[in-house]
């Protein structure tokens, strides 16, 4: 399941993955931009609340209204 990083608080999206995660999903964090960190964050929060661990980490660059952006998608599965 995928849960895409914006402005909302921290704990929101870690409170989403959980959810997907303890149904025994994986779950993809994505993010753009400024949110990248955000998602940095979310999956190091998770790995310390769950032990869940990262199996991919996928990084790029996106053409957003003739703007680069860079962009990742961080791979958590529940262990």
Sequence with gaps: MDVKI???DLMTYVGFALLYLNSGENVVLKARGRSIS???DVAEMLKRISGVEVSNI???TVNVSGR???EIEIELSPR
Aim: proline letters at 0%.
């Design 68 to 70: 680069k952006l860079s």
């Design 38 to 40: 955000r998602a940095v």
């Design 58 to 60: 996928r990084i790029g």
């Design 6 to 8: 914006g402005n909302k």
